[in-house]
């Protein structure tokens, strides 16, 4: 990398010093390589994406690309397929978003507090998150066979009550255990976040409430709560875009069955896209899929915005 | 495992205070609340834990004893008839050293890559003033709310019409696509808009007077990067090679795309070998166990580096 440095006698005046041509022209070389892998990485796919969405692009494809126009878009929404996968990504959301940040911030005032053991048990709670994703499914699809831990355990527990089921393969059951492996899985990294933010509130709020007499509740509504405004923001946005972007677990533990009940969107593009080669109706897909998260981000920032600006 | 993870960043507090603190009361009651507030932790530590110990018990275990032993505390102990004989099996069925040695690769070039490339930008951004330096940065930043399965598809068709280069009969020949390549796996994870943002917050809190000085002594910028700036920042470094190399050991989804040569796959991708036929269940803890002891193992060894790195991941939303 070529030094660029002036000769200190030609100005005295640092700013004028630091805004000269040579500096403009060193400071963009130093931004250049990621800037370049971006652009070839991200901004480049993304554009695509808006464009390959209207064309009949193959993955490998003798025929030239043609723009098919609406296309894409009128066989995506008259496929059933597709609005399952779209009400499973949904459901999953909906319910794993709560749950995962509610339970982490449970977890993170739990060792939050400072007594024998605290950094062991935290530990443990976030040996999941260290642990890919990819493995925690081949491990729960163990766990969930019909003759596995989780029917046993059932069994055992329960004096031989409740039988249990063959949770991957039944409708009802396939999308609420996935959901229950992928919370146990993530939580762990959201209650360290969680838990970074916990420590941000001075300790004197508290002590200066429990001296006014505020029970435990009134100090978690009146001085956590406000507290952890931006690590809400932060968390519920990561866990929403996570959770609609469910792919490996499907992949590994059900292939979108039975009967399409685990099928997401990311599934089916990957599906379309990679399976079956069709780029564009992928890329389509993947447009709706863009939208989709872009919309819910933006609308959680807006709801959690901060109120002190108003 | 009795390091202080994030115990050691919290501000010193007065030491422990005598007597009851303030919300506990004494004697009876303060028991009850201590014993519920440790079972609570231990049903936890179970819920969480017991997974990962069954994984690797199970990994011992032929596929008989394995169920003999569910639906009691046997699942979890290492005891009947243990042998190493899953791991023989898997590293005779599956290339698993291979895979691991992928992985290696890819995760190490994507990490070390990536702390220089993010790290220049982060500086050109941070200590240089220059035209357009805010919305370069603000672009960048925008790449943060857009995550990568929404262009995944579109990607793998572009990367597919990528000019490479190969050497065929001792000559140079240009090749069309990328796929079933290791740059196909490294390139597009390098530059990463969270890494350049957490060395831009870093670079931020060293004082600016360090660069003027070294400017007087004659240093350029890029020695003021390399041997002022960059000694400095130790623990943003460790951070953004802890929160890029789990997501490169762990990827999934665009190897699976990318690669089909199997001498160029990596590890996660490696455990489609078991979905064939009948579920060989010890075979595949096995390779599992595999799979995650050098995370698990970095993990525990940098446990608060690891911890306070995704802690600093969520310090502004």
Sequence with gaps: MATTLSPPTVSTDPRARLESHSTSATGLAFVSPALVLLVLFFFVPVALCFVLAFTNARLISPEPLRFTGLDNFTRMFSDPLFWHSLRNTAYFAVVVVPVQSGLALLLAILVNKRARGTNIFRTIYFVPVVTSIVVVSILWRFMYAEGGLVNSLLQAATFNLVQGTDWLNNTSTAMPAIMVMSVWQAVGFHMVIWLAGLQTIPEEQYEAAALDGASKWHQFWHITWPGLRDTRTFILVTITIAALSLFAQINVMTNGGPLNSTSTVVYQAVRTGYSQQQTGYASAISLVFFVLVLTISLFQRFLTRDKDLR | MTTTALAAQRPARPGPRPGPQPGTRPGLPGIATTIGHYSGRIVLAAFFGFPIVFMFVSSLKPDTQIFADMGSVKAFLPVGDVSFDNYRTTLETVPAIRFLVNSVIVSGLTVGLGLVVNSMAAFGLSRMQWRGRGLVLSVILATLVVPVETFALPMLWWVNKLPGLTVQDGALL???????????????????????????????????????????????????????????????????????????????????????????????????????????????????????????ALFLTFQRAFIGSIASSGVKG
């Design chain 2, 174 to 296: 240009w090749t069309e696509g990328w796929l079933d390549t290791y740059h196909v796996q490294i390139l597009p994870f390098v530059a990463n808009a969270f890494s350049i943002y957490l060395y831009y917050s870093y670079f931020q809190s060293i004082p600016k007077d360090l660069d003027e000085a070294a400017r007087i002594d004659g240093a350029g910028w890029f020695r003021i990067y390399r041997s002022v700036i960059m000694p400095l920042s130790g623990p943003a470094t460790a951070s953004v090679a802890i929160l890029t190399f789990l997501p490169a050991w762990n990827q999934y989804l665009w190897p699976l795309m990318v690669v089909q040569d199997e001498n160029l796959r990596p590890v996660m991708v490696g455990v489609s070998y078991f979905f064939q036929l009948d579920i060989a269940w010890g075979p595949m803890m096995a390779y599992a166990t595999l799979i995650t002891v050098p995370v698990l």
